[in-house]
Each structure stands twice: as structure tokens, then as C-alpha cells.
């Protein structure tokens, strides 16, 4: 059975970091292209990054030069490093595992940015 399960989400000020985590089981996400999502009370949610099992990354035009995707296969965890934090990144983010034509969600972890 696969389980994602996404963590390190809080309260910051603006300007502030925060490392999220995406742990996984009953799956090795270094085998499959993993994204990062989000989605802010009222909104759609919005990709935001992605690592493939090649170590390509790519990003959001409004997070690529704040936000780093990485990873740490031993652990088998996946990891999004927010630097520069800014109120209007405040929304719950989710990790996704792709593994086919569908994939896995994790739980999402609230992320809250205050001015």
C-alpha cells in the first residue's frame, strides 16, 4: 500500500523558511517524477515545482529563484527548501508522486506566510 505523507508546514513572517518534507512508503520516489502543488483558500490548486528520476528540476516562475527541490534517496523523502517567503505563498502544499498515468497525493501541509 503507498502512502505519501507531506510535513514541516507552519506559521512564518514574511521573508521567512521553511522546509517541507514528502516521506513516502510502499514506493521509491526516486523512481518516479515527484511534483510539488498548492492551493490557496478559494483558489485552484497550482503546481509549484517538480524533480524527475533524473534529478531534472523545474519551477514556477514566481518560486525559482526562493524554492529548491531536493532530495534524499536513503531516506527516500523528498524535500522543498522555501527561502524568501512572501504572504501570497501561503497556501496548504502537496506532494505528488506520478507513477503512471495517475499517481499518489499526499495530505498536503498548511503553509501560512504573515506580512
Known amino acids: 500500500q503507498v502512502q505519501i505523507v507531506d510535513s514541516g508546514g507552519g506559521l512564518v513572517q514574511s521573508g521567512g523558511s521553511l522546509r517541507l518534507s514528502c516521506t513516502a512508503s510502499?514506493?521509491?520516489?526516486?523512481?518516479?517524477?515527484i511534483d510539488w502543488y498548492r492551493q490557496a483558500p478559494g483558489k485552484q490548486r497550482e503546481w509549484v515545482a517538480e524533480?524527475?528520476?533524473?534529478?531534472?528540476?523545474t519551477y514556477l516562475p514566481s518560486v525559482r529563484d526562493r524554492f529548491t527541490i531536493s532530495r534524499d534517496i536513503t531516506k527516500n523523502t523528498l524535500y522543498l527548501q522555501m527561502i524568501s517567503l512572501k504572504p501570497e505563498d501561503t497556501a496548504t502544499y502537496y506532494c505528488y508522486a506520478r507513477t503512471g498515468p495517475g499517481g499518489y497525493w499526499g495530505q498536503g501541509t498548511q503553509v501560512t506566510v504573515s506580512s
Open positions: 524533480i524527475t528520476s533524473g534529478g531534472l528540476k
Open positions: 510502499g514506493i521509491i520516489l526516486s523512481n518516479h517524477i
